[in-house]
């Protein structure tokens, strides 16, 4: 099976860990035993060498870490470090640790951005969203100079899933040694721009890195972008055991699959532990992840199987290299929580304390920008939302709605109506948004009462009207649907639109005192609000 596009197969290995017995364990201790195997014993610590100790006594062993391992040997995990640039990418050279001077040869240019990127769980160096990030920040370095450097651990990704989690702290450590020998040999000032990019497990063995870096040379890494963190062994757990702000100068981490499928166990962690944690579609549950693997067109239960499990983990990786090709801004923006901005609360950037950022690569222009303008004070945990699109590409405009239904004689005799409104944006660009649905569900709608929803759809450019559609919902259970002697329709007074991205805010009402009807696209525009009797700020505020 193909694995080489996630880190799926979690629910199979947590089986296999089920029957994993900690006295099953076997651990080499070095040097001081190189030749004698011991059980995984608290009160024993294995040391390698220049890497160090790795004790696995508190807080690497609690409630929320039961099974503690110590790393497997490095000749085991075998960790390689290729190395690319614009002119090399098919045939990379190595950074061999045993031969500093060779390192001049590897392509690493000094002047440049230097990303250093790693896998997870189930994962080697050789997998193919690495190859498209490669290619995606090599083709977009403005200045032509930048390098990226594969943290290749395979040879420790499998399973169990306890053993892999424990050898990123050894891989985590061999790579602080790597960065250091570039920081020498290669005469960087500091390492402010070195950029670490991890997924799931990878994401903490970035963590492992800037920590090593910190206490055994004192360097500190200038970004780690944490791709969806794993989640189990690593929740709720004391900062030195996972990724946390202390570890680059600045962290950014993104959330796509913090759904549980057991309880309290899923594939992403859903708490913040960055300088600026983002949550694409509230941080779970991915548009286009289809979450029942007993519907999979090719029947296949293993491919479903992966799909289900690895589908959310591995869109922070899609998410991520879109934002890269920069075709499309990802937008997000600060707030208390996920309910609050679908409902429209925290849609003004810079106001109230919901700033607005750039989601990905660019993040950090935008955090930069706002710590420098003082409207981020000392290092808080900011939580940022968006929305995106089912497939690629994923980057959506947001749209606020309003729509103000009518209290007009005609409104009020009709009634309530239970249905969905689907609305497209035309847009400055002289094209059409794509439908947007403004429920999941049937809903409600009264006269006089306003419903307020956040939308996203594809970018038409600075909205100028809309389709607006009726979908109308009858059950036969329902007496509120039923349309015996009228015909299912809806009286809008107008609908505010406003959009996240353009900064805009416009009203638009229908032509006057008519009704939405089933399945009839209505178009509203800002002159039918010639009609509409109260002043426009009044409305807009």
Known sequence: MHISNGTGLLFPTLMYLASYKENDSLVTLNPAAANEEYRADPNNVVCYGVYGCFPITPPWTDERRPIALYPEKPSKINVRFPVFNRKTRVHPKFIDLDDPDYLGEVGINPAGRIYVITHGFLQSGKAKWIERMINELLDRDEEGTASCIVIDWGGGSSPPYNQASANIRLVGAIAANALHMIYEELGLKNLDRVHMIGHSLGAHLSGYTGYYLQKDFGLKLGRITGMDPAELAFTETNPIVRLDTTDAKYVDVVHSDATPFVPKIGLGLYEPIGHLDFYPNGGFNQPGCDQSFWKRKDGSFVSS???????????????????????????????????????????????????????????????????????????????????????????????????????????????????????????????????MAFTDEAELYEPGQNYTRVLAGTSVGKPRKLSVSWEYNTSFLNPLTWRILTSPRVYIEYIVLQSLEYRTKIRLCPSYNIPVTNNVDSIFTQDNCRYYPQPLDTVLN
């Open 305 to 435: 199987m992966y799909q289900f499990f690895s589908c959310s983990h591995v869109r922070s990786v899609d998410f991520f290299i879109e934002s890269i090709q920069s075709k499309c801004p990802f937008t997000a923006i600060a707030c208390e929580s996920y309910e609050k901005f679908m409902a429209g609360e925290c849609f003004d950037c810079d106001r109230d304390g919901h700033l607005c950022f750039n989601f990905g690569h660019r993040s950090h222009d935008s955090f930069r920008a706002l710590s420098q303008a003082k409207q981020i004070i000392g290092s808080p945990a900011i939580q940022a939302f968006f929305i995106t699109g089912p497939a690629e590409p994923f980057c959506r405009t947001h749209y606020k709605v309003t729509i103000k239904v009518s209290d007009t004689d005609e409104s009020m005799m009709h009634g309530g109506e239970i249905g969905r409104f689907h609305l497209a944006v035309h847009g400055s660009k002289g094209v059409l948004s794509e439908q």
